[in-house]
């Protein structure tokens, strides 16, 4: 969860003139609570059945996505497809 906070604060926080830059959202697979290997839990805001418009999206790394998740066709399926579409 270190690499999804460490993102989530550096493009929450960034502005130009006290105006964010970025609007940064959590996404899960269902939009259920996500619990991590430590307990932390997060609240998803979207999930894979949203219509998103997203111009940047970014994975975080750890043992949920290199051990778990690369596994998971749903969450591969989902990331090309957004490859497909999304800007950056």
């Known amino acids: 969860m270190l690499a999804a906070s460490e993102q989530n604060?550096?493009?929450s926080v960034t502005n130009r003139d006290n105006e964010k830059l970025f609007e940064v959202i959590t996404?899960?697979?269902t939009g259920e609570l996500i619990s991590a290997r430590n307990g932390l839990k997060?609240?998803?805001?979207?999930s894979f059945k949203d219509k998103l418009d997203l111009d940047i999206l970014i994975i975080p790394g750890g043992y949920?996505?290199?051990?778990t998740e690369i596994k998971n066709k749903?969450?591969?399926?989902w990331i090309r497809n957004q490859y497909v579409i999304s800007y950056y």
Do not use: C, Q, R, T
Not at 42 to 46: E, G, H, N
């Open 64 to 67: 949920g996505a290199s051990h």
């Open 9 to 11: 604060e550096i493009f």
């Open 27 to 29: 996404i899960g697979e």
């Open 74 to 77: 749903s969450v591969i399926d």
């Open 42 to 46: 997060i609240l998803p805001k979207a």
